[in-house]
C-alpha cells in the first residue's frame, strides 16, 4: 500500500476498500488521509460491490479446470489466468460492480 497505492494518491482522491482487517488498521487509514485522498468502506457483506470478488470467481473456476495437483501446476494455472485477463475485463468487473469511470 505504502509503495504502490499512497504515492499515486491526490487531494480529493477516494479509495474504497472491503472490510478485511488489514484494511481497516490505523496505519492503511493514516497513510491515505495524509495523501489527501478520502476512505470509504463498502457496507459489509456487500460481494456485488467488490470488483476483486468477480475476479476471485474467475479465478477459482478456471483453477477447477486446470485441475493442478501440485504447487507447481498450481503456480502455472494462475500465471496462466493472470496473463489472459486483459485490461477490458477488469475494467468491466469495475463496471459490473456499478463503478463509472467518471
Excluded at 10 to 36: T, Y
Excluded at 37 to 48: G, I, Q, T, V
Aim: aromatic share 8%; net charge positive; hydrophobic share 40%.
Amino acid at each position: 500500500m505504502e509503495t504502490q497505492l499512497v504515492p499515486t494518491l491526490k487531494p480529493g482522491d477516494i479509495v474504497v476498500m472491503d472490510n478485511l482487517g488489514s484494511h481497516k488498521g490505523k496505519q492503511v487509514r493514516q497513510a491515505i488521509r495524509e495523501a489527501g485522498a478520502k476512505l470509504l468502506f463498502l457496507p459489509k457483506y456487500s460481494p456485488d460491490l467488490n470488483p476483486i470478488e468477480q475476479f476471485f470467481a474467475k479465478l477459482k473456476h478456471w483453477l477447477r479446470q486446470a485441475a493442478a495437483r501440485s504447487l507447481d501446476e498450481l503456480t502455472h494455472a494462475i500465471q496462466h489466468i493472470l496473463q489472459q485477463t486483459k485490461p477490458c475485463e477488469c475494467a468491466n468487473f469495475f463496471a459490473n460492480a456499478g463503478y463509472d469511470r467518471t
